[in-house]
C-alpha cells in the first residue's frame, strides 16, 4: 500500500551542528506535506508545510525541501539546540475532499550539548 | 492561537469499564477532527475523521462500536473506549482543522490511556 516512511530512525548531533532528516513517500498523488516535532508524552506539533508545487520553503531555523521526482522530502534545522531534541515525523496528504494525514515512521533526534 | 486541548491528560481505568475523552479547540471553529492513538515508539495511526454534526468516518480496522466519537459541536469532540480492556492502553491524540487552516492539522497534547 501507499505510504510514508523515513530512512534514518536516529539521528544523533552536536549542539550547533545542523541536522538533515529524510523522508520518502510513495503515494504519487501526494501534494502537500507537513513536518511536525513531537516531544516525549505530548502531541505533534507543527513545524513547517510545503506544497508540490514548491521545492524549497524556509522557516525560522528550519528549511524543508521536496524532491518530487524522487518523491523524497527533508527537513533541515540549523545550529541545532537541546530542545530540538525530539520525534519528527513527515506526513502527506493528497489533497481533494480527503484531509487525512499519512504519517510517516518517525526520526528521533538526538541533541548532545 | 489554533489551541487544542484534551482531557484528561491521563486516565486508568479497570478492564471492562468506559472512558471518555475529550478534545477541545480552544479559540478556533474546528470543522474537521481526527482522531488517532500511538503505540510506544511508533507512529500516528488514524482511528477515524469526524466533521460537525455528523457520522465519524472510521478508518478500516477501527472497530466504531467499540470507539465512539460524538463531534456535537464546533469545539468539542469526544472519544468513548467502550468495555476497554488492557490491548487497548495507548496514547490518543486528537487533532482539529478549520476552513482557514488548510490541510494543516493542530494537535491536542494526548491521553494517555491505561487499563488494568
Known amino acids: 500500500g501507499e505510504s510514508v516512511g523515513l530512512h534514518l530512525p536516529t539521528l544523533s548531533v552536536q549542539e550547533g551542528d545542523n541536522s538533515i532528516i529524510n523522508c520518502a513517500y510513495s503515494?504519487?498523488?501526494?501534494?502537500?506535506f507537513i513536518w511536525y516535532k513531537q516531544e516525549s508524552g505530548k502531541g505533534p506539533q507543527f513545524i513547517i508545510d510545503?506544497?508540490?508545487?514548491?521545492d524549497k520553503r524556509q522557516g525560522q531555523r528550519v528549511t524543508v525541501l521536496l524532491n518530487k521526482t524522487v518523491k523524497h522530502l527533508s527537513l533541515q534545522i540549523a545550529a541545532t539546540q537541546p530542545g530540538d531534541s525530539a520525534v519528527y515525523f513527515c506526513?502527506?496528504?493528497?489533497?481533494?475532499?480527503?484531509?487525512?494525514?499519512?504519517f510517516g515512521k518517525g526520526t528521533l533526534l538526538t541533541v548532545n550539548p | 492561537g489554533a489551541v487544542v486541548s484534551q482531557h484528561p491528560s491521563w486516565v486508568i481505568c479497570k478492564s471492562g469499564t468506559s472512558v471518555k475523552i475529550e478534545c477541545r479547540s480552544l479559540?478556533?471553529?474546528?470543522?474537521?477532527m481526527f482522531w488517532y492513538r500511538q503505540f510506544p515508539k511508533q507512529s500516528l495511526m488514524l482511528m477515524a475523521t469526524?466533521?460537525?454534526?455528523?457520522?465519524?468516518?472510521?478508518e478500516q480496522g477501527v472497530e466504531k462500536d467499540k470507539f465512539l466519537i460524538n463531534h456535537a459541536s464546533l469545539t468539542l469532540s469526544t472519544l468513548t473506549v467502550t468495555s476497554a480492556h488492557p490491548e487497548d492502553s495507548s496514547f490518543y491524540i486528537c487533532?482539529?482543522?478549520?476552513?482557514?487552516?488548510?490541510?494543516?492539522?493542530?494537535f491536542g497534547p494526548g491521553t494517555r490511556l491505561t487499563v488494568t
Open positions: 487533532s482539529a482543522r478549520d476552513l482557514t487552516s488548510g490541510r494543516k492539522q493542530y
Open positions: 503515494n504519487s498523488a501526494s501534494d502537500y
Open positions: 510545503i506544497r508540490s508545487n514548491m
Open positions: 506526513a502527506e496528504n493528497s489533497g481533494g475532499s480527503n484531509y487525512k494525514l499519512t
Open positions: 479559540d478556533f471553529q474546528a470543522t474537521t
Open positions: 469526524s466533521n460537525e454534526g455528523s457520522k465519524a468516518t472510521y
